[in-house]
């Protein structure tokens, strides 16, 4: 050991690669990549019509991102340790404030701005009721979930209602048209959203920060991070991606239901678990997410698409979990 | 002669419990001060008070002559203290470089961090300050493949990099070997001869007598006495030690105010 003056000039740090450590450093990702290029041939040789064609491809791209990119914060809520189960209930309230907005100006800006910021709202108050009241994230969300979806149900008194006058406005192209009348913007959105989350998590001090309160919150704390603020930030950013989600999942179809973001809650979660982010914390991938939330996504269309009924899919989506958490697991004692 | 830092008078409860009860406290520049004390007697919550994660029910904390309020972590940290923790402050799943620059990476105006330099940094004090000389340990090693003796290494010289001036180490020794004991030592030694000041707990009073300019002795939440080293042998401090577990307090045997050197 010594003090920091008698540290000199040395030999400049380079980083070698090689496979192995290659290997260990990514283990889940690249474990996740397998499943899914198997996943993949085995779809592409039993249906070769439906998986060779460019359409069930954009099929995919159209219907994924609706839960896919609120996967993205989520899998930050997870390696943070926490759990989040409010958010399909954001997306609604997130839409009726939307369409309340739009009631009383007109603007489908000033909507889509109202309902970005009911998601902002109620996402930071899931962090304050888990930071200030310390109570458990999963909890606290089973809780807001029920009240958004009530405050939903109230709001709107149950009706669905047309939202056909948002294709006039510039939003409609921008969230959900078609580049070259086939890529769907909401595809972009999720790139976007992937690859703003990822610099988030890997790049900035906010994301080292999540990392290390799902690791070791006592350590974090010791250390001077600010775990409380840490983690309304990540409550923050589930509730305007939800939002957000909701208005894109809306303008899709034009159409709202009070129902919106029912059975997209365990494909999400599923999305995080099966890309490998540990339900402990600490550790965790965007792209493992990203890839699980294309696994899931593809499934029942596949399951179709190679003979069998839809009674299957969730059968198989059940194998597919646990094979593959099974396998995260393993990997992750194996590769230390 | 101002004093690096003092604490005037600082209580602290936990609900019912009081851990310490008008604690008086001084560091001096470019002292060594062991802290001694049975499991309990408020040790680590006086250290944790001077780092900023504890704050003090009443009392008052001075830095430099200065009276600082609300103390935390960050701004402790940036009066120029550095803590090894008695847990280590570890995130064993997270790689060697970011257990380095726990909770204060390099990083710009944005936020956005400086991972090469980080990596850059942690490869030089890994390989000239803590001796890991093997392949297999790079800056992007997770700490959790490390020994105990090399997790405390991590431990010790983070606190150094950020070249602070007041070191505190809480039971640095726990778990080391004899050899890595004795490094810490000298390392120890090294932070009196670059002129700053340490605050060292230890159980083992070997340990703080060898290296202390001055030891005080925690009981049951306040300060029982303290002994500069070089007025008292070994055995009588370990005489004093035992009298004060078995009747808890000294018999007016100690010294007060200056204690410089």
């Known amino acids: 050991m010594s003090t920091m003056s008698e540290i000199e000039a040395v030999q400049p740090y380079e980083e070698h690669f090689s496979l192995a450590k290659f290997a260990r450093a990514n283990g889940t990702q690249l474990g996740i990549l397998c499943v899914f290029i198997l996943l993949w041939t085995i779809f592409i040789v039993s249906a070769p019509d439906t998986f060779l ?284 | 002669m101002t004093y690096r830092i003092e604490l005037k008078n600082v209580s602290k409860s936990f609900g019912e419990v009081q851990a310490l009860r008008g604690v008086d406290f001084q560091l001096g520049q470019n002292e060594v001060v062991g802290l001694l004390g049975d499991n309990g007697a408020g040790k680590s919550t006086l250290i944790k008070i001077l780092t900023g994660y504890h704050q003090p029910t009443t009392g008052e904390i001075y830095f430099n002559g200065k009276k600082v309020d609300n103390l935390t972590v960050p701004k402790a940290r940036r009066l120029g203290v550095e803590t090894v923790y008695q847990e280590r402050a570890l995130a064993e799943l997270q790689t060697l470089w970011r257990n380095i620059f726990l909770g204060r990476e390099l990083s710009n105006f944005l936020g956005v961090m400086d991972i090469k330099r980080m990596k850059e940094e942690t490869y030089h004090l890994m390989t000239q300050s803590m001796g890991f000389t093997s392949s297999a340990v790079t800056p992007d090693s997770p700490i959790q493949t490390f020994s105990g003796g090399e997790k405390q290494g991590v431990a010790i010289v983070r606190a150094l990099y950020f070249d602070a001036d007041i070191i505190v180490l809480d039971e640095p020794t726990m778990g080391l070997s004899l050899k890595e004991t004795r490094k810490l030592l000298n390392f120890v030694h090294g932070i009196r001869a670059a002129g700053k000041s340490a605050v060292f707990i230890d159980h083992n009073i070997f340990h703080v007598y060898s290296v202390a300019d001055r030891v005080v002795v925690i009981d049951r939440g306040q300060v029982a006495g303290e002994f500069r080293c070089a007025d008292i042998t070994l055995d009588d401090l370990m005489d004093k030690m035992y009298q004060i577990a078995e009747t808890g307090s000294f018999d007016g045997d100690t010294i007060q105010g200056d204690s410089q050197q």
Do not use: C
Request: charged content about 5%; proline content about 2%; aromatic content about 12%.
């Open chain 1, 53 to 336: 064609s460019p359409q069930i491809y954009y099929a995919f791209m159209s219907t994924i991102p609706f839960f896919a990119i609120m996967a993205m914060p989520l899998t930050v809520a997870v390696i943070a340790g926490e759990m989040d189960l409010s958010f399909t209930s954001i997306m609604a309230i997130g839409m009726v404030a939307f369409i309340m907005a739009h009631n009383a100006t007109n603007s489908v800006l000033l909507a889509f701005v109202a309902a970005l910021l009911t998601g902002l709202f109620a996402g930071f108050m899931n962090g304050v009721i888990v930071v200030q009241f310390g109570i458990p994230s999963l909890v606290a969300t089973i809780g807001t979930q029920f009240f958004w979806r009530g405050a939903v149900l109230v709001l709107s008194e149950g009706r669905s209602g047309s939202l056909i006058y948002t294709e006039n406005s510039l939003l409609h192209p921008i969230l959900v048209g078609k580049i070259g009348g086939v890529f769907p913007m909401q595809m972009v959105w999720l790139l976007i959203i992937t690859i703003g989350i990822w610099a988030l998590l890997n790049r900035h001090r906010f994301g080292a920060h999540v990392y290390l309160i799902g690791d070791n919150e006592n350590s974090a704390r010791l250390m001077g991070v600010n775990a409380g603020r840490v983690r309304i930030i990540v409550f923050s950013l589930i509730g305007i991606i939800s939002a957000f989600a909701g208005v894109v999942a809306s303008l899709h179809v034009t159409y709202f239901w009070p129902s919106l973001g029912d059975g997209y809650l365990l494909r999400t979660l599923a999305s995080v678990f099966l890309g490998g982010t540990s339900v402990f914390g600490g550790t965790g991938t965007i792209l493992g997410t990203f890839i699980g939330s294309f696994i899931i996504g593809a499934i029942e269309a596949a399951t179709v698409a190679i003979g069998l009924t839809g009674f299957w899919t969730q059968l198989i989506y059940g194998l597919i979990i646990v094979a593959s958490v099974t396998m995260h697991s393993y990997l992750r004692r194996s590769l230390k």
